[in-house]
């Protein structure tokens, strides 16, 4: 639970687990600089099937709800399901869709990986900004054979570099970000990251400069452009699992 509970943008402290009927759990986090603590009793267990239990906040104790998770064949994979009922109102049900969110991400790819590999520190996609994606492309397909698939995101096109069946990397129009103005055609390069929230922090904290803040890519994960301490220009990315 240490590895993949809670949202991209929360650290978890402590976890405490006594996974049995009648058993406790007891979560501490810190989101947004703030300590914040959960726990709850299990009311039912059926091995690799079923799980329910209480879900309350320390600081507010006496609204305790109820989370059901089930587990069902699914392929060659697994298909669950997750039900949180009996919010207290309407906000704190909101709050918790996006919490669940982000905890699922996380424990769909520490599954993905076994909870062993984990694609931290590698290289994983390269990107042409440009403001001639017809040119480039073009280019691109002469020179190299590569061939392109759109992939259409709000406000633009953004256009993924294929060899063969192969995704290998990407191009980014210039044009349709205002932030960009005057900013050169370029190769970017991405490395995936852990938690990008908490490495950037780490990163400028020992002189690296932010080039673009946080940001979630529909479908791809969640990315921030930095300037390491030398000049060289970087893209972290946490990705969503393949």
């Known amino acids: 639970m240490m590895r ?3 949202p ?3 650290t978890l402290c402590d976890v405490t687990n006594d996974l049995r009927v009648g058993g406790r759990y007891d979560i501490r986090m810190v989101a947004d600089g703030e300590e914040h603590n959960v726990g709850g009793v299990y009311r039912e267990i059926v091995p690799n099937a079923k799980v329910v239990f209480t879900w309350a906040w320390r600081s507010t104790p006496e609204r305790e709800s109820l989370v059901t998770m089930t587990v069902k064949p699914d392929g060659d994979g ?4 997750l039900q949180h009922e009996q919010f207290f109102d309407e906000a ?3 709050r918790h869709n996006q919490g669940w969110t982000g905890t699922l991400l996380r424990l769909e790819t520490f599954l993905h990986t076994d909870g062993m590999e984990k694609p931290h520190g590698k290289f994983v996609w390269n990107e042409l900004n440009t403001r001639d994606v017809e040119g480039a492309k073009s280019f691109l397909s002469a020179a190299l054979g590569w061939t392109f698939e759109a992939a259409p995101m709000p ?10 069946d192969e995704r290998i990397g990407g191009i980014f129009d210039l044009n349709s970000d205002e932030g960009c103005k005057g900013v050169p ?4 390069t991405y490395i995936a ?4 929230d908490a490495r950037l922090k780490v990163a400028l904290s020992v002189g690296a400069k932010e080039g673009r803040p946080p940001q979630d890519i529909p479908g791809v994960g969640r990315m921030a452009v930095l300037q390491q301490p030398g000049g060289a220009t970087i893209a972290w990315l946490t990705p969503k699992p393949i």
């Open 4 to 6: 993949w509970m809670g």
């Open 8 to 10: 991209s943008k929360v």
């Open 78 to 81: 697994s298909l669950m399901t």
């Open 92 to 94: 704190a049900r909101d």
């Open 155 to 164: 406000g633009f096109t953004y256009w993924i570099i294929k060899r063969g």
């Open 185 to 188: 055609e370029h190769w970017l």
């Open 193 to 196: 990251v852990d938690d990008v």
